[in-house]
C-alpha cells in the first residue's frame, strides 16, 4: 500500500504500483503509514494479544 497526502488537505491510499497508471494527481506527495493516517484522522488501536480468560 502507498500513501500520499497533498498540503491542502487531500490523502489517497493506493494498492499496488500507483507509478504505473500515474493515478496520483499533482500536488500529492507519497508518505508513511503513520503520517497519513495523522492526516486523514484515523485512530489505529492494537488488538489485544489474546483472548481474556474465561472467568466463570
Do not use: C, H, K, Q
Request: glycine share 12%; proline share 7%.
Amino acid at each position: 500500500m502507498s500513501y500520499f497526502v497533498n498540503d491542502n488537505g487531500g490523502w489517497l491510499s493506493v494498492s499496488g504500483d500507483a507509478d504505473a497508471f500515474g493515478v496520483i494527481p499533482e500536488g500529492y506527495r507519497e508518505v508513511t503509514e503513520d503520517e497519513f493516517n495523522e492526516a486523514a484522522g484515523v485512530i489505529v488501536i492494537a488488538r489485544p494479544e489474546e483472548e481474556p480468560p474465561n472467568r466463570g
